[in-house]
C-alpha cells in the first residue's frame, strides 16, 4: 500500500482511522502507567511461594504504625520517605527476591526503579498491597519486628 492508497483509505474512512489512532494511545499510554505490573506485580500466592523457595525479602513500605498494628510476618518496615536512605541494609539480602508491599500500586513504579538501579536483587511488588494479603487469609503478626 502506498502513500496515495493510504491516504485514500483514511479520508473514506475517517472514522475507522480516528478509532485505530484513539485506542493505540489508550495502549501506550496504560503500558506506560501499568506495564511494570505485569513483569513485577506478583499475586500473595506467588510471594508464598517465593519466600517458601527462595528465602524472598520482604519490604513492607508502610508508615511505622500501619506496620506495628499487622504486617506479614517476617517482614522489614522501611517507609517509602526512607528507602532511599536504606539501600545499604537491603544490599545484605544480595541475590534474595525482594518484595515490596505498600497500602496501594500508585507510585510503586517508582521505588521499584530506585531499587533495581542500585541493588542486584530482583525488586517485585505484591499486587494489591498489604490488603491483597489479607485478603487471601494469609498469617500475619501484630507488633515490632525484633
Known amino acids: 500500500m502506498n502513500e496515495t492508497q493510504l491516504l ?4 473514506q474512512h475517517w472514522l475507522l482511522a480516528a478509532l485505530f489512532v484513539i485506542l493505540l494511545a489508550m495502549i501506550l499510554s496504560y503500558d ?16 508464598v511461594t517465593l519466600i517458601n523457595r527462595h528465602d524472598a525479602v520482604i519490604v ?3 508508615q511505622r504504625e ?3 498494628q499487622k504486617h ?4 522489614i518496615n522501611i ?6 536512605k536504606s539501600i545499604d541494609k537491603l544490599n545484605q539480602y544480595e541475590g534474595k527476591p525482594i518484595i515490596l508491599v505498600q497500602n496501594n500500586d500508585t507510585q510503586i513504579n517508582k ?3 530506585l531499587l533495581q538501579s542500585k541493588l542486584t536483587s530482583e525488586v517485585k511488588f505484591l499486587i494489591g498491597g498489604f490488603r ?6 494469609l498469617p500475619t503478626h501484630k507488633g515490632q519486628k525484633k
Do not use: N
Open 8 to 11: 485514500t483509505f483514511i479520508s
Open 66 to 68: 500501619a506496620f506495628r
Open 132 to 137: 491483597a494479603w489479607q485478603d487471601a487469609g
Open 60 to 62: 513492607d513500605l508502610r
Open 111 to 113: 521505588q521499584i526503579k
Open 32 to 47: 506506560r502507567v501499568f506495564g511494570s505490573h505485569g513483569k513485577s506485580g506478583i499475586s500473595p500466592q506467588q510471594l
Open 79 to 84: 517507609p517509602t520517605a526512607q528507602l532511599e
Open 72 to 75: 506479614i510476618i517476617d517482614a
